[in-house]
């Protein structure tokens, strides 16, 4: 096994346990013993704990980001001169997500439950989700302003606080609408949470951003 290999066997093994318990609930070794390495080795390559677990936080984001952006580019460009709908914007930002948590890679299952985490931490939301996703938020808030010419500023950020609360459940798969539903719905039904959020979100920002129309 190469250095390489090794390092990326560290990186996943920290990640499904971070995402299974959180960071308090696992040790160094124990991420070292999951990924067949000795503890020195991922001492070696990253140091404490907390650098590792950034490192893994940040390890999938640009591609995250640089998938949600893309959709929005393309819903941009086939819009013009117009611009993109409510409903585009918004599936142009969940879509991609979609795919990824079906994604045949289960790691990136384990890092979208790792976001919820962080997401859903009053101690490290605020110091993990800005540096790595404000910059991307932004760019579909400024898509909702146009689309919403008379919404304020203040009605964005409150009804996609509400999106990421609704994003960060579906990503925590907590299976409590398995339970709640008698099996009806799936957690793990990604399609399904997708196809409603969607609309669901859309008229919820439509809604509270054009009371009056």
Request: with cysteine; net charge negative; glycine share 6%.
């Amino acid at each position: 096994m190469t250095a390489t290999s090794k390092r990326d066997r560290i990186l996943d093994s920290a990640e499904a346990l971070f995402a299974e318990r959180g960071y308090d609930g696992v040790t160094l070794r124990q991420i070292a013993s999951q990924a067949g390495v000795d503890v020195a080795l991922a001492n070696y390559h990253f140091g404490k704990k907390i650098a590792l677990f950034n490192a893994v936080f940040e390890r999938r984001a640009a591609l995250l980001n640089e998938s949600r952006l893309e959709a929005l580019r393309r819903v941009q460009e086939s819009a013009a001169p117009a611009g993109p709908t409510v409903e585009q914007i918004i599936e142009a930002f969940l879509r991609p997500l979609e795919l990824t948590q079906e994604n045949a890679d289960p790691g990136w299952r384990h890092y979208l439950a790792l976001i919820a985490y962080v997401n859903n931490s009053t101690y490290w939301g605020k110091r993990m989700m800005s540096k790595l996703f404000d910059d991307l938020v932004h760019e579909f808030i400024d898509a909702l302003r146009q689309a919403l010419p008379q919404a304020s500023d203040r009605d964005l950020y409150w009804c996609y606080h509400n999106l990421s609360g609704a994003l960060t459940l579906t990503f925590a798969q907590t299976e409590r609408i398995d339970t709640l539903s008698n099996g009806q719905c799936r957690s793990s039904d990604f399609q399904a949470a997708y196809d409603h959020m969607i609309p669901f979100v859309a008229a919820g920002f439509r809604r509270v951003c054009e009371p009056g129309e």
